[in-house]
């Protein structure tokens, strides 16, 4: 899979939507990780790939289940 496929896609706009609905900033959410905004951003983006243990710190992060994540469509 690569960051074109529509399911990765599908999680990067979660990823965000995720964020959103925490009421966090990239800023804020990159200070609680330690890390700088850009790595929000290119998480968010898909400049950078999210791994499955990133994904579960970003669920834990903005409270949501790690399913929430999850493409709703079969894989192909």
């Given at each position: 899979m690569n960051i074109h496929?529509?399911?990765y896609q599908s999680f990067l706009k979660k990823l965000r939507a995720?964020?959103?609905?925490?009421?966090?900033?990239?800023?804020?959410?990159?200070?609680?990780?330690?890390?700088g905004q850009a790595f929000i951003w290119k998480s968010?983006?898909?400049?950078?790939?999210?791994d499955f243990v990133e994904a579960v710190t970003f669920a834990k992060l903005y409270g949501k289940p790690l399913a929430y994540f999850a493409p709703t469509t079969a894989a192909k």
């Open positions: 496929d529509p399911r995720a964020r959103k609905a925490a009421g966090m900033t990239q800023v804020e959410a990159a200070r609680r990780l330690g890390k968010e983006v898909g400049e950078r790939r999210v």
